[in-house]
């Protein structure tokens, strides 16, 4: 009997020493921590915490700038979050970052494998157009709104301009560079947009914003016929190419009589259909290449006019070259 508790008292004994529980530990790092993003000037990088033992319960970060081979490694003052903001000075280096496990009984560090060499930042990239804020009305400010851009501009400049109501020709508004734009009497019938210009320190790229609605006329516009008003008539080879302002108080599409005349010449009359209606008004651009009988040596007369649906016609405009 007595044999038997003996040989029962080891077997418990046994049992009981088995059933110790291992000693706590501080985290034990099992796969390296790894870094996400691109090496370049302007990209976030992100650390990967790898993997570890021992249950850590809270991670920290140092980031630390090596040499192009990966070697020599300082800390960066103050970069101890998850992400990392490549810099200028991060140029033609390498980049590791140092992640810290920690538990209850202590604290581990592990460190990645360095980056590639950080590349230094393109020049700015456009990825949503810039916008404009505003009524395109005269009196009315707009204000333009950048954008989104790649490669972190470091400044954006800009430059408004004025397009036919139809948006098929643009023209630079003279001293217009702020980011807000006072809309003026000159506007009226054009479209309105700008153009962004973002800079850093390896150049500059450009994006357009879609043109604005027409610019109205801060008091009603009303007449009896349509109204026109001549802005510039140019050859462009032999080519002509007639800018003018349409008004009425009609938004309906017009027919425009483009007239070439010379001394000793039958004249000849184009007609053309707008697109959009003055609303009240809008400015067009037509071009047109005049017959030979047009052409060389002296006076030639480009006269429009435009016609309503209901027949009413404005008074003609014209412009007389004398070419050599």
Do not use: H
Request: net charge positive.
């Amino acid at each position: 009997m007595n044999i038997r508790l003996l040989g029962l008292g080891a077997v418990l004994g046994a049992a009981f020493v088995w059933a110790v529980p291992a000693m706590a530990a501080p985290p034990a790092n099992t796969a390296a921590p790894t870094i996400t993003g691109t090496a370049r000037v302007g990209e976030t990088l992100t650390a990967q915490n790898g993997t570890w033992s021992n249950s850590p319960t809270a991670f920290q970060y140092q980031w630390q700038r090596c040499n192009a081979s990966g070697a020599a490694c300082t800390n960066v003052s103050g970069a101890v979050q998850r992400t990392y903001l490549l810099t200028p000075g991060d140029a033609g280096r390498t980049m590791r970052v140092r992640v810290t496990g920690i538990n209850a009984e202590g604290a581990t560090n592990a460190r990645s494998a360095p980056t590639a060499v950080v590349t230094p930042s393109a020049a700015p990239r456009n990825t949503a157009r810039p916008t404009i804020a505003g009524d395109p009305e005269v009196g009315q400010e707009l204000t333009a709104e950048d954008g989104t851009w790649t490669n972190t501009p470091t400044s954006f400049g800009y430059q408004w301009q004025r397009c036919d109501i139809d948006a098929i020709s643009c023209i630079v508004v003279a001293g217009a560079t702020g980011k807000t734009y006072g809309v003026r009497a000159a506007d009226v019938g054009f479209r309105l947009r700008v153009e962004v210009t973002a800079r850093n320190a390896n150049g500059a790229g450009s994006a357009l914003s879609i043109p604005s609605g027409i610019v109205v006329p801060s008091v009603p516009v009303t007449n009896a016929r349509p109204t026109l008003r001549l802005i510039s008539v140019r050859f462009l080879g032999a080519r002509v190419y007639a800018r003018f302002r349409i008004c009425d108080d009609s938004p309906r599409n017009l027919t425009i009589l483009a007239t070439d005349s010379r001394p000793g010449r039958v004249s000849q009359t184009r007609r053309f259909t707008t697109r959009i209606a003055p609303n009240p008004c809008g400015v067009y651009t037509r071009s047109w290449v005049p017959a030979v009988r047009f052409r060389g040596k002296g006076r030639y007369t480009v006269t429009i006019a435009v016609r309503d649906t209901s027949g009413r016609t404005s008074a003609p405009v014209r412009k007389s070259f004398n070419r050599r």
